[in-house]
Structure formats: structure tokens, C-alpha cells
Nanobody, 125 residues
């Protein structure tokens, strides 16, 4: 079982940047797809970005060109660099993982087995 711990959330003004981190503990091997999801109040959890075991990334259309997902295999840490933040990016952000070389597409929450507790991102206008 993989234990995921997110950090880096906070409050920022529109146009600002934040970097989220997700530390993974437990059994981790190279055949792991990891991703970021978010959930705003009253809305369903949605995929933001995922990264395959080989480092290939996929993004939701709403964040393409603004967010970048990356990972450091040596540190078992996943990152999400968020630039040009908008008020509609406000949500609880979750890190997730599933043991698979290739991330499921579309990357829906139900395809992921392990989840972190979330970190809040608030963007004010």
C-alpha cells in the first residue's frame, strides 16, 4: 500500500504561482502512474494531470500551458507547478497513484487506487 502526503497548498492572487508536492511512502516501483486531481465545493473530483512511469504527461484542457507535472523518482516525490492561477483553480488538490506503467486515459479518479489527504489551493481575484 502506498501512502501519499501532499503539501504546498495555500492562498494566492490570480496570476500567481504555487508548487504542490506529494511524497510517496511504502512500496513504490517504476511501474507506477501518478497524478493530481482536484475537487471544488459542490463539484465532482476531476483530473488535473498525470505522469506515466516513463515521464510522459497528460493534462486536462483547463490547465494545459499553465500547469506542469513532474516527478523525482529518487525522492519518490511528485510535483505540480501551477502558474497563471485563476480563481476557478480554487479546490482541494489530491495526489493519487496506481500501479501501472501507463496512466489510464481518460484519467478518471476511479482508476486510481491510492490517495493523499489533499492540500487546499485558494486563488483570489
Amino acid at each position: 500500500q502506498v501512502h501519499l502526503v501532499e503539501s504546498g497548498g495555500g492562498s494566492v492572487q490570480a496570476g500567481g504561482s504555487l508548487r504542490l508536492s506529494c511524497a510517496a511512502y511504502g512500496y513504490i516501483d517504476s511501474r507506477t502512474c501518478m497524478g493530481w486531481f482536484r475537487q471544488a465545493p459542490g463539484k465532482e473530483r476531476e483530473g488535473v494531470a498525470v505522469i506515466d512511469s516513463d515521464g510522459s504527461a497528460n493534462y486536462a484542457d483547463s490547465v494545459k500551458g499553465r500547469f506542469t507535472i513532474s516527478k523525482d523518482n529518487g525522492k519518490n516525490t511528485l510535483y505540480l507547478q501551477m502558474n497563471s492561477l485563476k480563481p476557478e483553480d480554487t479546490a482541494m488538490y489530491y495526489c493519487a497513484a496506481v500501479r501501472s506503467m501507463w496512466c489510464p486515459l481518460p484519467f478518471t479518479p476511479r482508476a486510481f487506487a491510492s490517495w493523499g489527504q489533499g492540500t487546499q489551493v485558494t486563488v483570489s481575484s
